[in-house]
């Protein structure tokens, strides 16, 4: 079946640092790829997606490659901010017609210190 | 432009008692998805909704859960009777047509039973 694994949290990092937050999918066919964020308090916002295999997603300074080869989606950032504390999920929407269920993770938590 | 909007933000109920969570989903989207966000489980679909209509439920837990979609603009989550383990944060999103498209996330209601 479809699945995705993303890395445990949390990730502590100090301000600028490089973040790289691993997720694995598995899927049949070529689904979409997602990553969303979810501030304290609030409900998740789409961060980035990629819709087929080499495409590169990228919003905020954060990025994402649809790698088919190793059915990854990797989120990178350079240099994180104290605001990008936030709970990421990785997500897949299965490529079947007429099925909208995404797949989440298990959501990754990174905590950024001034 | 008015987000999706959920009421109540915060529920607190007794064991047994019946709960009604209600969601507002964007003027225009024409899916409707129901979640549940636990530390245990994360983020699970109970239910989605297209065009008002319940396309699939097989998320829903067990039969004292129930969801409707009277008109475009509506839909409530029903827990009745209520058990401690209903405790969770619960989203309402909602997106307009195609499989790659985001979904838009409420803030979500937070439900404790006792």
């Known amino acids: 079946g479809n699945s995705v694994t993303q890395m445990e949290g949390p990730v502590t990092l100090s301000e600028e640092a490089f973040l790289t937050i691993n997720c694995t999918y598995t899927a049949t066919g070529y689904p979409s790829l997602f990553w969303y964020v979810q501030y304290p308090g609030e409900g998740l916002q789409l961060l980035l997606k990629?819709?087929?295999?080499?495409d590169k997603g990228s919003n905020k300074g954060f990025e994402a490659t649809y790698r088919k080869e190793t059915t990854s989606f990797h989120l990178e950032k350079g240099s994180v901010q104290v605001s990008d504390s936030a709970v990421y999920f990785c997500?897949?929407?299965?490529?079947?017609?007429?099925?909208?269920?995404?797949?989440f993770g298990t959501g990754t938590r990174l905590k950024v210190l001034a | 432009d008015a987000g999706v909007i959920q009421s109540p933000r915060h529920e607190v109920t007794e064991m047994g008692q019946e709960v009604t969570l209600r969601c507002k989903p964007i003027?225009?989207?024409?899916?409707l998805f129901w979640y549940r966000q636990t530390m245990m489980r994360g983020l699970e679909l109970l239910i989605y909704?297209?065009?008002?209509?319940?396309?699939?439920d097989s998320g829903m837990p067990e039969d004292r859960f129930s969801a409707k979609m009277p008109n475009a603009s509506f839909s409530t989550l029903k827990i009745q009777p209520s058990e401690p383990r209903d405790s969770a944060v619960y989203f309402c999103a909602s997106s307009s047509g195609g499989p790659y498209n985001e979904q838009f996330f409420g803030p979500g209601t937070r439900l404790t039973v006792l």
């Open positions: 909704f297209n065009n008002n209509v319940p396309i699939d």
């Open positions: 997500a897949l929407s299965p490529p079947t017609s007429g099925t909208y269920k995404y797949i």
């Open positions: 990629a819709t087929k295999a080499d």
């Open positions: 003027s225009g989207h024409d899916y």
